[in-house]
């Protein structure tokens, strides 16, 4: 049985809403405005680098897949990409009201959904068009993840819609999995299966062959996030509004893991993360904490 125990912690004093780790940095995205950006590891003795010039609070920060560039979604309505490498930043993309809540990287375009359940790519070059994906009525696009092919989408009605090859195609296959709003969505792999988190109180995976449920994973509360181990996908990290980190081992679908990270009954949990290689768990907390487990 793996076993895990604290790397690192830090406390930011703002409310986190959102958190990314890259191979070389990791993000977290504040209600403060800013977005606090780490090189190498994060602790009390490598104080973070403040990203500015966005307006109200971070929804949600996604590094792109080489890591070299930063997209940062605000309740302001506005995409802005961060160049890592030159520290600056590249682009502003700006979306119609309370349509960027979400935000994933396909290849090189951006991707973003939100309260009108209206999924949009954006291409990072100099024109950033905007490319309609699809649109469900009267729903709120809750969850969003891409792969190298496919887009996942969950909505505030249990939801979940797979678009396959959405620049192109835009084929949409779609399926009732959950009771209540997907809180987080993530694909496995090797792109087949998805898995879903929700405020049913419910993880389940499902086979995107047949959209078809394979298995249910039960925290009997709301679960706000989810990650997939990125080395070894029978390895699914979660955490919920019980205060507790779940790690999952799919394949016989028990709980090998479950810690409380802060010890404070009213803070609450919002995002949980795998490193790159999978060998740290990050997950932060709405009073500011951050704290980081490394697995034995």
């Known amino acids: 049985m793996s076993k895990v125990s604290v790397a690192s912690t830090y406390t ?36 973070p680098q403040r990203l500015e010039g966005h307006f109200l609070g971070i929804v949600d920060v996604k590094f792109s897949n080489n890591g070299e560039l930063l997209a940062v979604s605000s309740l302001d309505s506005v995409i802005r990409i961060w160049d890592l490498k030159k520290s600056i930043k590249s682009k502003e993309i700006a979306c119609d009201q ?13 991707c973003t959904a939100g309260e009108g359940g209206r999924l949009s790519i954006f291409g990072i070059d100099q024109n950033q068009e905007e490319i309609p994906v ?22 505030d009605s249990g939801s979940l819609h797979i678009v396959e090859d959405p620049i192109e195609k835009r084929k949409l296959h779609s399926k009732k999995v959950h009771k209540k709003m997907v809180r987080s969505v993530k694909f496995s792999n090797d792109g087949f299966k998805a898995f879903s988190s929700s405020d049913d109180g419910d993880i389940k995976l499902t086979d995107l062959t047949k959209m078809k449920e394979i298995k249910t994973f039960q925290h009997h509360s709301s679960v706000n996030s989810i990650d997939v181990n990125p080395i070894d996908d029978k390895l699914v990290v979660s955490c919920s509004s019980d205060y507790k980190v779940r ?38 907390s ?3 904490q951050l704290s980081f487990y490394s697995r034995n």
């Open 12 to 47: 930011i004093g703002e409310s986190i809403s959102s958190l990314d780790i890259s191979q070389e940095y990791t993000a977290a995205g504040l209600l403060d405005e800013t977005v606090a950006l780490w090189k190498d590891k994060v602790s009390k003795e490598n104080e």
């Open 98 to 110: 309370m349509e960027n809540w979400n935000i994933c990287w396909l290849k090189d375009y951006i």
């Open 134 to 155: 699809f649109s469900v009525e009267n729903s709120f696009a809750s969850a969003l993840a891409a792969n190298n092919a496919n887009i996942a989408v969950g909505t």
């Open 247 to 284: 790690l999952w081992d799919t394949s016989s679908g028990q709980c090998i893991e479950q810690f409380n990270p802060f010890d404070k009954k009213d803070d609450k949990l919002w995002a949980v993360r795998f490193n790159r290689d999978g060998s740290l768990i990050g997950v932060c």
């Open 286 to 288: 709405q009073q500011g």
